[in-house]
T-cell receptor, first 113, second 114 residues
Framework: NAGVTQTPKFQVLKTGQSMTLQCAQD?????MSWYRQDPGMGLRLIHY???????DQGEVPNGYNVSRSTTEDFPLRLLSAAPSQTSVYFC????????????FGPGTRLTVT | GEDVEQSLFLSVREGDSSVINCTYT??????LYWYKQEPGAGLQLLTY?????DMKQDQRLTVLLNKKDKHLSLRIADTQTGDSAIYFC??????????????FGTGTRLQVFP
């Protein structure tokens, strides 16, 4: 199993550009989520999904869209990047009913200039 | 709202014990977690404790929970240089089975020196 994979590892965008951060898991997990990590602020939940076709907002959803057309994939879209979205983004997945076993991807470091 | 707080830095000598502390505000948290993040990597679950427990031990790791004071600690015995990392405390605030939404603390950077 590859676990949770994220691409790209690094990305630099100009303000106003759009892009999609990819996340995939091969563990057949129902629950997937996106977090952003900023210095001194820990990880904050952006969006999450409890299964294919179902998504919901987390703590900091503004400026981001998600979709969940398959169990495996949970892409995060930035429609018009802003410097405030410079951060490290982590995708995570978890099997329903399994306590605590949330698996994290390696992260995508995004810089918006 | 929910808030989880940790001190930012801890420095210990190799072989000593490390104690990383965390306070949280949501008394309805069901589970509390400790994650470890090594440089350039994602988060790795170290251990977790159910909210009706006081203590959990797992090899070199001991988790203590004081629910009355909403205080959680992680003790690492015989700390090694490989333990140098950022440690995150997190509380579960979502419905128990499915969403498991987590609120993370700011992270404590543990530095182990020889």
């Amino acid at each position: 199993n590859a676990g949770v994979t994220q691409t790209p590892k690094f990305q630099v965008l100009k303000t106003g550009q759009s892009m999609t951060l990819q996340c995939a898991q091969d563990m057949n997990h129902e629950y997937m989520s996106w977090y952003r990590q900023d210095p001194g602020m820990g990880l904050r939940l952006i969006h999450y999904s409890v299964g294919a076709g179902i998504t919901d907002q987390g703590e900091v959803p503004n400026g981001y869209n998600v979709s969940r057309s398959t169990t495996e994939d949970f892409p995060l879209r930035l429609l018009s990047a802003a410097p405030s979205q410079t951060s490290v983004y982590f995708c995570a997945s978890k099997a329903a009913g399994k306590v605590g076993e949330q698996y994290f991807g390696p992260g995508t470091r995004l810089t918006v200039t | 709202g929910e808030d989880v707080e940790q001190s930012l830095f801890l420095s210990v000598r190799e072989g000593d014990s490390s104690v990383i502390n965390c306070t949280y505000t949501d008394s309805s948290s069901t589970y509390l977690y400790w994650y470890k993040q090594e440089p350039g990597a994602g988060l790795q679950l170290l251990t977790y404790i159910f909210s009706n427990m006081d203590m959990k031990q797992d090899q070199r790791l001991t988790v203590l929970l004081n629910k009355k004071d909403k205080h959680l600690s992680l003790r690492i015995a015989d700390t090694q240089t490989g333990d140098s990392a950022i440690y995150f405390c997190a509380e579960s605030i979502g419905p128990r089975d499915n969403t498991d939404k987590l609120i993370f603390g700011t992270g404590t950077r543990l530095q182990v020196f020889p």
